[in-house]
C-alpha cells in the first residue's frame, strides 16, 4: 500500500455537528470510542480503515516525521496537536513556597507560643509605658520569642520546599520511557511524550500502553485491562474488541495499533487528572517514627504540666508569703512568664524533627541513588532494602553485560569454533541450508535496525535475537529485504513459560530457494528457544548437504554433548528448528506448534560478567545478604556463570522444574543451600520467593519480563531493569535499575542501611537533648527565687533549632560508606532504639545533666562571680548556655556512631553538609554570645570563659568512648543481637559438598573392588 500524503474521503460525520478542520474526527468523537468501548459506533464510523483515512496516516507507513513542522521552532506535527494534543499531562501545581511557610506555621505548639509572645509583647509594651523608671526593654522578650519562632518557621518550610523540588525531579525521571512505532515506514524508538494521535504503534509483551487506540492487526495480543477497567481477566484484542485502553498491559501476543488518543484526552489521562489530589503514603520507618515523636510529646507535654503546676503553686505561696501581695498586672506579667516557659519546653520537648528526619534522608538518598543509577518508585523500598537478607538475581544483563555475541556453533552438522571463523563456515555449508537457517534467524524476530544515542544504527531488541541477526549481517544479509520476501501467517512470542519463539510464513510455490515450496506445502514453522526444549521436540536433523536425517541415539546424544560443552563454557546455548507444513494444518491461537520438528543446530552465545560483579557478590557475602541467581538457562550454563560470580560454591543448584514438583518441608529444607535455581519460570521465581519470606527474610528480587511481575510486587523490594526491562515489570518493581546492572544493587543495599543508620543517629541526639534540656529547665525553674529557667524561652528556642532541623540536616545526609557493608542485616523487627543506643542517650543525658546542675550550683565560686551582681549575673547565664551549646556540639559528632566502635571521626571529612551545619552553628553561637545580648539574654565571655566552656563541652567525646567501653557481659544475648544471621555459611556449605564428594567417592571404590573381586573369581 503506497503511503498517503492526502487523503481524501467522504465525511463520516455530519459537518453541521462538529468542528471544521483538517482531520475527519475531532477528540471528543474518538473519546466516545473508548469511554465507554462502543463497538457500534466504530461501524459507523466506517471501522479501522476509515479511522486510518480520517486521521490521514498509512497503517504501513505510518506518519511522515517531517509533517506540519514549524518553520520557527522547527518542531513537527503542529497541526496534529493543535487538533488532539500532546502525550503530555500538565505538571501538578507545586505547592508554593508561602503555602509550605504557612503550613509549618500551623504548628499546635508553635500558635501558642506565638499568642503567649504576643501577650508578652503587648504586657512589655504597657509596662514601658505606664512605668517610668522602666528600661524600655519590655517589649524585647516577647519580640525575640516571635522573631525565633518565625526562623523556625522558614527553616521548615525552605527544608520542605527543597524536598518538593527533589521529588519532583525524580517523578519526571520516572515517568519517561521509549516506545516502538512506525514512521516513514520504518520502526523506531521514540519517547513517550512524543507520541501523536494518528501514530501507528507497536505492541509486544511487557508493554504498558500510553494512549488509547485501535487495534489493526497482530497475533494474540492480549491485554490486561485490571488497572483501567477493574476486569480481572485479560482480553483478547480483535474484530469483537479492538480497542486499546491506555494503562493497560500487553501479557501476550504482539500488535499493531492506531493511536486515537492521547495526554489528557486519553482514558488512562482522564483518570490520572481526577486523582491529582491524592496523598503520599508515608514509609514504615516514618511510621514508627511518628509513634516515638508521639510518647516523647507526651511524656515532654506531662513534665511540662507538672512544671507549670510546681511554678504557679510556688509562685503564689511566695506571695501569700511575703509582706505585699502582688497586684494583678504584675500576677498576669508572672504568669504569662510562666506560661511562656512552659509552652517552649514543650516546643523542645516535642521531637518534630524525627519525621522530618526521615523526609530528608529518602530525599537525599533517593537523590543520590539517581547518580548511582537507582530509580526510587516506591520510597519505603530505600529504608526496606537495608535490611535486606536474600537477593535473588537474573542473569541476562544484571550479572552479565547483555552483549551477546555468537561465538561457536554447530549448525547444518559444520562446526565453527569462534567469532573469526564465521565466514570460513558459510563456505562449508549446502547453500540450501545456509538459506533455510538464515532465513529462520531473520524471521523468526521481532528485533529491527534504528539509530542509538550516537546516531548510529544499530539493533534493537532482545539480546538474543540481536547476537543473531548480528551474526546473518556478517554474510551482508539486508534483514529488511529477507522480511519482505515473505508473509507472516502467527507468530508465537517469545514467553518464559514454555522458552520458544515460533513463526510460521506462507511459502510461495516459486521463488529464491528461501522461499521455495512443493506442491504439498505452504507453510514453514521456523522455531528457536532453550536448546533442550527444542531438541525434544525434534524428530530429524538437516546434514551438510542439506538433507534430513532421523535422529537416533548417537546422534542425539552429540547434539546433548554440544549443548553441555557450550553450557560449561559459560555460554547460552540457543537451538535453530524448523518443518514444512500445508496450509491445511489448523495453528492453534495459544500452543504453538513445536513438534516432528528439523533440528537446524545449536548456537553458542557469550555474554560476559560485568565487571566489578565477583566483587559485589563478596560485598553482599561479607554484608550476611545472600545471592541467588534464578535464569532461564539450562543447567550447566547457569552452574558456569553462577560459580564464576562466586555466586555458587558448591550449595545446591536445582532447574525450576525440579524444585516445583519437590514437597514444600523438602523446599524449606533445601532453600538455605539453594543457590542456582536454572530453566525457572516466573512461577518458580514466585515460589521461591514466597518461601524466603515465610522464613522471615527480608527479600530483593531482579526481574525484566512481564511474567516477573507478580514475583517483583511479592517481594520486599523489588528491582526492575531499566534498559531490557518491560513495562509490567517497572510499574511492578520499587526501584529501577538505570543500568540493568547487579552493581547498582549493591549501591542499593548501601544507601538504604545509611538511611536507617541516619534515622538511628538523629534520633539517639534528639533523645539525649530533650531529656537534658528538659530536666535542666524544670530543676533550675523549680529552684530558682524567680521562677525562671537558667535557659531561656528564646535560649531554648535556638536549642530546639540545633536539635531539630539542623541535626536532621546534618546527621539525616550522612554518606554511606563501604564500612555499612562489613556487618549483617539488622533484623525486620528489631527495635528502633537498641541496648547500645539507650547506654549512650541515657549516660550523656546523666553527664549533661550533672556538668549544669555543678555548674549552677558552683559556677559561680568557679568563676569568681557576684550573682547579685547583674553584669556577673548575665555573665553566669551565658556561660551556662554557652556550655550547654557546645554539649549538643560535641555530642553531635559523638552521635556519628550507633555501635561501640570508639572512633567517631572515621570519614568526618567526607559528610561535606555535617560540617557546614556545625560551622554554621558554632559561629552562631559565637554571635548570640558576643553580640545577641539583647534578644538571648547573653553577655560577652572572656577567652578564658569561651576555652572553659568549649572544654567542657568537649568532654561528651570521652564520655562518649568511656559509655561504650562499659562492658555488655550481663546483657541477654537476644536483647543485645539485632542482626539477622544466614542459616548455611558458605565454608558449611564447602564442607558439605567435600564431605558429600568423600562418601560418593568412598561408594564408588567399593563398589569397583567389588565388581573387580567377582571377575577374579569367575
Known amino acids: 500500500m503506497p503511503p498517503r500524503e492526502s487523503l481524501e474521503t467522504e465525511p463520516l460525520i455530519n459537518e453541521e455537528t462538529r468542528d471544521s478542520g483538517p482531520f475527519a474526527f475531532n477528540v471528543e ?54 487538533h488532539f494534543g500532546k502525550n503530555i499531562l500538565p505538571k501538578a501545581n507545586q505547592q508554593s513556597f508561602f503555602y509550605l511557610v504557612w503550613d509549618a506555621y500551623c504548628d499546635r505548639t508553635l500558635i501558642l507560643l506565638s499568642v503567649a509572645a504576643l501577650i508578652s509583647l503587648a504586657l512589655g509594651i504597657s509596662e514601658d509605658l505606664s512605668n517610668k523608671d522602666s528600661n524600655g526593654l519590655g517589649w524585647l522578650e516577647g519580640t525575640a520569642i516571635l522573631v525565633a519562632v518565625v526562623v523556625v518557621i522558614f527553616t521548615n518550610a525552605i527544608n520542605n520546599y527543597q524536598k518538593e523540588r527533589q521529588f519532583r525531579k525524580l517523578n519526571d525521571k520516572k515517568d519517561d520511557r521509549n516506545v516502538k512505532l512506525i514512521r516513514d515506514g520504518n520502526e523506531q524508538q521514540i519517547s513517550v511524550y512524543e507520541i501523536n494521535v494518528g501514530d501507528i504503534m507497536l505492541l509486544e509483551p511487557g508493554d504498558i500502553v500510553a494512549v488509547d487506540g485501535i487495534y489493526l492487526s497482530g497475533h494474540n495480543l492480549t491485554c490486561d485491562e485490571s488497572s483501567a477497567t477493574g476486569e480481572s481477566d485479560a482480553i483478547r484484542k480483535g474484530d469483537n474488541d479492538p480497542f486499546i485502553l491506555s494503562g493497560s498491559k500487553i501479557t501476550e501476543g504482539v500488535g499493531r495499533i492506531v493511536v486515537i488518543a492521547v495526554g ?75 506560661i511562656v516557659q512552659i509552652i517552649t519546653i514543650i516546643v523542645v520537648a516535642v521531637p518534630e524533627g524525627l519525621p522530618m528526619a526521615v523526609t530528608l534522608s529518602l530525599a537525599y538518598a533517593t537523590t543520590r541513588m539517581l547518580k548511582d543509577n537507582n530509580l526510587v518508585r516506591v520510597l519505603s523500598a530505600c529504608e526496606t532494602m537495608g535490611n535486606a537478607t536474600a537477593v535473588c538475581s537474573d542473569k541476562t544483563g544484571t550479572l552479565t553485560q547483555n552483549k551477546m555475541t555468537v561465538v561457536t556453533g554447530f549448525l547444518s552438522q559444520e562446526t565453527f569454533e569462534d567469532y573469526n571463523d564465521i565466514p570460513q563456515w558459510k563456505n562449508r555449508v549446502n547453500q540450501d541450508a545456509y538459506d533455510i537457517i538464515t532465513q529462520g534467524i531473520v524471521v523468526n524476530s521481532s528485533a529491527f535496525e534504528d539509530k542509538d544515542e550516537k546516531g548510529q544504527l544499530s539493533f534493537v531488541g ?208 533445601m532453600l538455605p543451600r539453594l543457590q542456582v535455581l536454572a530453566r525457572s519460570s516466573p512461577t518458580d521465581k514466585t515460589i521461591v520467593v514466597s518461601l524466603l519470606k515465610e522464613s522471615g527474610e527480608v527479600v530483593a528480587v531482579t526481574g525484566d519480563g512481564t511474567n516477573d511481575g507478580p514475583a517483583l510486587k511479592m517481594a520486599d523490594v523489588g528491582f526492575s531493569m531499566g534498559i531490557a526491562g518491560t513495562e509490567v515489570a517497572k510499574e511492578a518493581s520499587s526501584i529501577i535499575l538505570m543500568d540493568d546492572n547487579f552493581n547498582s544493587i549493591v549501591n542499593a543495599l548501601r544507601w538504604g542501611r545509611a538511611v536507617n543508620d541516619s534515622v538511628r543517629k538523629f534520633l539517639q541526639f534528639q533523645l ?44 539525616a545526609t550522612e554518606p554511606p560508606t563501604d564500612e555499612l557493608l562489613s556487618r549483617l542485616p539488622t533484623l525486620k523487627d528489631a527495635s528502633l532504639i537498641n541496648y547500645r543506643m539507650w547506654k549512650m542517650i541515657i549516660g550523656q543525658a546523666i553527664f549533661q545533666i550533672a556538668v549544669n546542675l555543678t555548674l549552677l550550683h558552683l559556677g559561680p565560686a568557679v568563676f569568681h562571680l557576684h550573682i547579685d551582681h547583674p553584669h556577673d549575673k548575665a555573665v553566669f547565664r551565658s556561660l551556662v ?115 558429600h564428594d568423600i562418601i560418593t567417592r568412598t561408594a564408588a571404590l567399593k563398589v569397583f573392588k567389588a565388581v573387580r573381586r567377582d571377575t577374579k573369581k569367575v
Open 768 to 811: 539525649t537533648v530533650n531529656i537534658a534540656a528538659v530536666v535542666i529547665s524544670f530543676i533550675s525553674a523549680v529552684t530558682s527565687d524567680d521562677n525562671e529557667s537558667i535557659l531561656t524561652a528564646v535560649q531554648l528556642l535556638w536549642i530546639n533549632l540545633i536539635m531539630d532541623t539542623l541535626a536532621a540536616l546534618a546527621l
Open 462 to 669: 532482545s539480546k538474543t535475537e540481536v547476537a543473531l541477526l548480528t551474526f546473518c549481517k556478517e554474510f551482508g544479509i539486508d534483514y529488511r529485504e529477507l522480511r519482505s520476501q515473505v508473509k507472516q501467517i502467527k507468530v508465537y512470542p517469545f514467553a518464559s513459560s514454555r522458552k520458544t519463539m515460533t513463526t510460521i510464513i506462507k511459502l510461495p510455490s516459486v521463488g529464491t530457494s528461501q522461499s521455495k515450496a512443493s506442491e504439498h506445502v505452504g507453510c514453514r514453522i521456523y522455531v528457536k528457544g532453550a536448546s533442550e526444549i527444542v531438541l525434544k521436540s525434534c524428530t530429524s536433523y538437516m546434514n551438510a548437504e542439506g538433507k534430513t536425517q532421523k535422529f537416533d541415539d548417537k546422534s542425539k546424544l552429540k547434539f546433548e554433548q554440544i549443548i553441555s560443552e557450550y553450557a560449561n563454557k559459560a555460554l547460552r546455548t540457543i537451538c535453530l528448528a524448523y518443518r514444512d507444513t500445508s496450509t491445511s494444518e489448523h495453528f492453534d491461537d495459544d500452543n504453538a506448534p513445536i513438534k516432528d520438528l528439523i533440528c537446524l543446530g545449536i548456537v553458542g552465545i557469550q555474554d560476559p560478567l560485568r565487571p566489578g560483579v565477583i566483587e559485589s557478590v563478596e560485598k553482599f557475602r561479607k554484608a550476611g545478604v545472600t545471592v541467588r541467581m534464578i535464569t532461564g538457562d539450562n543447567l550447566e550454563t547457569a552452574k558456569a556463570i553462577a560459580e564464576n560470580a562466586g555466586i555458587y560454591t558448591k550449595g545446591v543448584a536445582i532447574t525450576g522444574p525440579d524444585f516445583r514438583v519437590l514437597p514444600k518441608e523438602k523446599q524449606i529444607e
Open 881 to 995: 548556655f554557652n556550655t550547654f551549646v557546645f554539649l549538643q556540639v560535641f555530642n553531635e559528632i559523638n552521635c556519628r556512631r550507633i555501635d561501640d566502635h570508639l572512633n567517631v571521626f572515621y570519614d568526618f571529612f567526607h559528610n561535606h553538609i555535617f560540617i557546614i551545619i556545625q560551622v554554621i552553628v558554632i559561629t552562631a553561637q559565637i554571635l548570640i554570645i558576643e553580640y545577641g545580648s539583647v534578644a538571648f539574654g547573653t553577655t560577652r565571655l572572656t577567652w578564658y570563659q569561651w576555652l572553659v566552656t568549649i572544654l567542657i563541652g568537649s568532654l561528651s567525646i570521652p564520655i562518649g568512648v568511656i559509655i561504650r567501653l562499659i562492658p555488655n557481659s550481663c546483657i541477654p544475648e537476644h536483647i543485645l543481637d539485632e542482626h539477622y544471621r544466614p542459616k548455611v555459611s558458605k565454608e558449611k556449605m564447602l564442607w558439605e559438598h567435600a564431605t
Open 264 to 338: 489528557v484526552n486519553s482514558y488512562f489521562g482522564k483518570t490520572m487528572m481526577a486523582l491529582r489530589h491524592g496523598g503520599s503514603d508515608e514509609t514504615p520507618l516514618q511510621i514508627k517514627l511518628d509513634i516515638v515523636a508521639e510518647q516523647i510529646a507526651k511524656l515532654g507535654v506531662s513534665v511540662a504540666l507538672l512544671m507549670l503546676i510546681t511554678l504557679v503553686v510556688k509562685y503564689f505561696v511566695n506571695a501569700a508569703l511575703s509582706d505585699n501581695f502582688p497586684g494583678l498586672e504584675e500576677i498576669a506579667v508572672a504568669m504569662v512568664s510562666i
Open 29 to 82: 468523537e474518538l473519546q466516545k470510542l473508548v469511554d465507554p468501548k462502543n463497538l457500534d459506533l466504530l461501524r459507523t464510523y466506517g471501522g479501522p480503515e476509515k479511522i486510518l483515512d480520517g486521521l490521514r496516516v498509512d497503517c504501513n507507513y505510518g506518519l511522515k516525521s517531517d509533517e506540519g513542522r514549524d518553520p520557527i521552532s522547527n518542531a513537527p506535527f503542529q497541526e496534529r496537536q493543535k
